[in-house]
């Protein structure tokens, strides 16, 4: 059965800075990995969709990177902003007709 | 990307009621539609999983008498808490696949039972 685990469980860095998020799977046979952040309350926001034929994806200050061999993928925020304080999600999804499985997801404060 | 909608988005009810949640998708056919809840601070956990005209598949230690879910149509799938006591508080999120393409999440429903 597929596991993923979110690693840190929380960060709390100053504006301004790079960070990485980092998320592991047990199962290396995936279809897809996402990224989604979730601000308190409320649904889910897809942020980067990387299929397993992929090793990256990147949009605006966001790099999402894949190695599917190792079970790995990082989540690269540039130039953190306070806005981007909220939950990050990391979902696997594995071959067939399954459904996402999510860590637990790193909570990020980005203090200004 | 594709639409998914919830309704309601929010409900406080009774303990011992029932309550209905309502998943659809706006612009695309859903063949498979999941059902997740969370609850405070913890991560999605996955309850069952919907294909169009089929019965839903539970996942281990989720009551498919308590929810009831039904996916009688391509865009649209209900899940019914039944006698919904306090610890069924949570926050229910569906989320609807077409085929082998991306799943979609609605923006989920916030039970509260008092």
């Known amino acids: 059965k597929q596991e993923v685990t979110q690693i840190p469980a929380a960060l709390s860095v100053p504006e301004g800075e790079n960070l990485v998020l980092n998320c592991s799977f047990t199962?290396?046979?995936?279809?897809?990995l996402q990224w989604f952040r979730q601000d308190p309350g409320k649904g889910l926001t897809s942020l980067l969709l990387i299929q397993s034929s992929q090793r990256e994806q990147t949009s605006g200050r966001l790099n999402a990177s894949l190695d599917k061999s190792s079970g790995r993928s990082t989540l690269y925020i540039a130039a953190s902003q306070p806005g981007d304080s909220a939950t990050y999600l990391c979902a696997v999804r594995g071959s067939g007709n399954t459904p996402l499985v999510f860590g637990k997801g790193t909570r990020l404060s980005v203090i200004a | 990307g594709a639409v998914v909608s919830q309704h309601p988005s929010r409900v406080i009810c009774k303990s011992g009621t029932s309550v209905k949640i309502e998943c659809r998708s706006l612009d695309f056919q859903a063949t498979t539609m999941f059902w997740y809840r969370q609850f405070p601070k913890k991560s999605l956990m996955l309850m069952a999983t919907?294909?169009?005209?089929?019965?839903?598949?539970?996942e281990q230690g989720v009551e498919k008498d308590k929810f009831l879910i039904n996916h009688a149509s391509l865009t649209l799938s209900t899940l019914t808490v039944t006698s919904a006591h306090p610890e069924d508080s949570s926050f229910y999120i569906c989320?609807?696949?077409?085929?082998?393409?991306?799943?979609?999440f609605g923006p989920g429903t916030r039970l509260t039972v008092l």
């Open positions: 989320s609807a696949r077409e085929g082998a393409l991306q799943q979609f």
């Open positions: 199962d290396s046979a995936i279809y897809n």
């Open positions: 919907s294909n169009e005209g089929s019965k839903a598949t539970y």
